[in-house]
C-alpha cells in the first residue's frame, strides 16, 4: 500500500522525537494525525501545512478529548494504522521529595494517558486486521536509578502494559513495539519536559548534583541523534515481524546490559534460598 494511504497518529508531536518523526513522514508522504497541548504551537513547529497533516489539541488524560481527536482522525483518513504513544515527561527527584500531586502528575501523562489513546484506537485497528501500537518508553524503563524513581516507574508499567497487549492482539494483525533511547539529544533534559520536586530536601546531596547534571551538563551531549531514531521507528514500521523492545543507542545497550547482568547474578547467587521456598516432597 502506498505511503499516502498509511496514516499514523502520534501524541507528543511539539518538540523532540515526535516533530521530528512527523515531519519525516510527511516528507515521505504518509498521512499524520499530531496531537499536542497547543495545536497553533505544533503548526509553528512544523512550518507547513498539506492535506495529509492533521494537528489537533488533545489533553491525553480525558478521555472524551482522547475519542473526539481519533473520530476527527478517522473522519478525516478513513484509518489509523500506526500509532505512536510519544507524549511524555520526567520527574528528576528522590521518592521522599515528590509530592502525591506530582507522582499522580507523571502517571497520569505517561500511564493513563497513553491507555487512553490505545484504547481508543485499538477498537479500529482490530477491525481492519492491521496495526502497529509503538510505545516511547526508555532504557530507564528497564532499570532505575536514585532520583529517577517516579519516572522509571512509569516507564517500568509502559513496559508491563505493552508486553502484555503484545500478546492480546497478535491475533488481530496488530503488532506491538517498545522503544527504548538512551540519552537522545533533543530539548527534553533542558525544558518543560523535564521537572524537579517543587519541595526538594538538601540532605540528598547526590541527588542534588544529579539533578544539576541533567539540567546543565548533559544537554547538548546526549549520544543519541533524534532524527535517527525516527528514521528507526519508520523503519520498523515496515517490518512485518517487528520487535517487541528495540533499544536505540550505545548508551541504552550498555545500560541493558548491565541491568541483564546484575539480575542474573543476583538470581543465581540466592538460588539455593529462592528453592528453599517450595514445598518439599
Known amino acids: 500500500m502506498k505511503n499516502?494511504?498509511?496514516?499514523?497518529?502520534?501524541?507528543?508531536?511539539?518538540?523532540?522525537?515526535?516533530?521530528v518523526l512527523v515531519k519525516q513522514l510527511l516528507a515521505q508522504g504518509f498521512n499524520v494525525v499530531a496531537t499536542a497541548r497547543?495545536?497553533?504551537?505544533?503548526?509553528?513547529?512544523?512550518?507547513?501545512?498539506?492535506?495529509?497533516?492533521?494537528?489537533?489539541?488533545?489533553?491525553?488524560?480525558?478521555?472524551?478529548s482522547v475519542k473526539e481527536a481519533v473520530n476527527i482522525a478517522i473522519s478525516k483518513f478513513g484509518a489509523i494504522d500506526y500509532l505512536v504513544n510519544n507524549a511524555g515527561y520526567g520527574l528528576i527527584?528522590?521518592?521522599?521529595?515528590?509530592?502525591?500531586a506530582e507522582v499522580r502528575a507523571n502517571f497520569d501523562v505517561n500511564v493513563?494517558?497513553?491507555l487512553n489513546v490505545t484504547r481508543a484506537i485499538l477498537p479500529h485497528?482490530?477491525?481492519?486486521?492491521?496495526g502497529h501500537v509503538i510505545n516511547l518508553s526508555s532504557v530507564f524503563g528497564l532499570l532505575a536509578g536514585a532520583g529517577w524513581g517516579i519516572y522509571c516507574s512509569t516507564k517500568f508499567a509502559v513496559e508491563a502494559i505493552s508486553e502484555a497487549l503484545a500478546q492480546e492482539v497478535k491475533?488481530?494483525?496488530?503488532?506491538?513495539?517498545?522503544?527504548?533511547?538512551?540519552?537522545v539529544r533533543t530539548n527534553f533534559l533542558n525544558s518543560s519536559s523535564l521537572i524537579a520536586p517543587t519541595n526538594p530536601i538538601e540532605a540528598y546531596t547526590?541527588?542534588?548534583?544529579?539533578?544539576r547534571k541533567h539540567q546543565q551538563d548533559l544537554p547538548g551531549n546526549q549520544l543519541g541523534d533524534p532524527q535517527k531514531v525516527a528514521e528507526l521507528i519508520i523503519k520498523l514500521?515496515?517490518?512485518p515481524e517487528p520487535p517487541l523492545r528495540m533499544l536505540t543507542g550505545s548508551d541504552a545497550y550498555q545500560f541493558a546490559n548491565y541491568k541483564i547482568d546484575a539480575l542474573k547474578t543476583e538470581i543465581e547467587n540466592n538460588k539455593e534460598l529462592t528453592f528453599s521456598t517450595d514445598f518439599t516432597a
Do not use: C, H
Not at 499516502?4 to 516533530?19: A, H, M, V, Y
Not at 495545536?39 to 480525558?62: C, H, M, R, W
Not at 527527584?93 to 502525591?100: A, L
Not at 547526590?206 to 539533578?211: P, T
Open 171 to 183: 491475533a488481530f494483525g496488530i503488532n506491538v513495539t517498545i522503544i527504548e533511547p538512551g540519552y
Open 112 to 114: 493513563f494517558g497513553l
Open 237 to 239: 514500521s515496515q517490518n
Open 38 to 64: 497547543n495545536a497553533e504551537s505544533l503548526k509553528q513547529a512544523v512550518g507547513f501545512t498539506t492535506a495529509q497533516f492533521l494537528p489537533l489539541q488533545v489533553n491525553l488524560i480525558d478521555e472524551e
Open 4 to 19: 499516502e494511504n498509511r496514516t499514523w497518529f502520534i501524541t507528543g508531536t511539539s518538540q523532540g522525537i515526535g516533530l
Open 206 to 211: 547526590d541527588i542534588r548534583e544529579g539533578v
Open 125 to 130: 485497528m482490530r477491525a481492519a486486521k492491521f
Open 93 to 100: 527527584g528522590g521518592i521522599e521529595e515528590s509530592s502525591d
